[in-house]
């Protein structure tokens, strides 16, 4: 369908019913979307056919850096997403703007790794396409231009939603729909640590392309088992929503890194690869030998998997159950084994910049016993993550961004499907 006519569509509601299951704001999602046309008009110009795709950020509801260590993970797909309006082209040329940035071009489809693009966005196109070309995908050249209102640096995860969305685009373009929303995960996940050089696991990746509230058991992680938890909690009297501390993620690399090569060590020392496969009474008996060899933090940080391993069982339990307010308990357990144990509330080497732990001190303050709050994600900047009694939000939102600044609070929906291309 020609660009103008899916701009006269969008003014008309044609596409309101995909909007209303995307957003909880349909005349706002008209307006973004009838925006992305404008703007890759005057990009690209007007002539031959477009599609349209989106893939939502990710929200971690529980399973806090479990995932790398082939652990288990309840997440959920959030409103806030990455769209794309897309075209081929006859030029052999594979061109993507994302608002604010740059393009990135890659000609005569080259998808070879280069060094000097680590950590940039390019690398990431280069290696999903990389990834497709090898199951088959006969890639042409395309136009994109994509636009995001996920949060930087939020831990609702721009760069997974990024990923997802790219791969969205080359399955529908070019491989006929045929890898489902695992393999396209599983595609993001490859780029971004081989291409882009960001050690992760499948949880973020998982979360965007999947959608909706889902337990995740990573034991295969070429095979995850996952299962859709049906759960709207504003039933509940609760909303869920991110607070940004200002903080970002740009210099964390090794933080995150540190996470998985001091589990990597206990679980070495324990004969086993991961830490899900440790045996636990192997550890403890071990503590003083670990702790002498690899430091209290490796130590800790092994302690809190164990735990929460175990709390998010219990977390999908109080979610089929329909026990919220043991949920919410689980959720603060989450947020306390972090700070303690995993020590993921801000870097060490950045010490005086602490807005995690502060965000999270004025909502507990705020809370009392009602609701719960963690760091959100992966943690050391960024958002925290809170769950507000609805009545209680107005009140709340005015506290916190006293401190944090306009608009900091930011109310999330969990939106049904993950990666998706609107219907033309």
Known sequence: MTLCEVKANIKNGKYDKDFGMLYSD?????????????DFEKLYGSDGDIRIFSAPGRTEVGG???????????????????????????????????RGYDMDVITDFDFDKKENEIGKAISLIRGVCAKFKSLGANICGFNAYTTSNVLKGSGLSSSAAFEVLLGNIVNGLFYDKKADAIEIAKIGQFAERDYFGKPCGLLDQMASSVGGFTYADFNDPANPLTEKINLDIKEFGYTLCVV????????LTQDYADITIECKQISNALGVEFLRDADQKKFYSSLSALRKE??????????????EQERVQKQRKALLDGDFKAFLKLVNESGQSSFDYLQNLYSTTAVK???????????????????????????????????????RLIAYKQMIEEVFGDDSCSVLSIRPVGGYEIEL
């Open 26 to 38: 349909v005349i706002a999602a008209r307006n973004r979307y009838f925006n992305a046309c404008e």
């Open 64 to 98: 806090n850096h479990t995932d790398h260590q082939h652990g288990s993970v309840v997440a959920g797909g959030v409103d806030m997403d990455v769209i794309a309006i897309v075209a081929l082209n006859s030029d052999n040329t594979i061109r993507v703007k994302s």
């Open 244 to 251: 940004d501390t200002g903080g970002n993620h740009a210099n």
């Open 294 to 307: 690899f430091g209290e933090r490796a130590v800790l940080r092994a302690f809190h998997f164990f735990n």
């Open 353 to 391: 910049e602490q807005g995690l732990s502060l965000a999270i001190a004025l909502t507990k303050r705020f809370l009392g016993e009602d609701g719960a709050c963690r760091v959100h994600g992966g943690g050391f900047a960024g958002t925290i993550q809170c769950y507000i009694p609805t009545n």
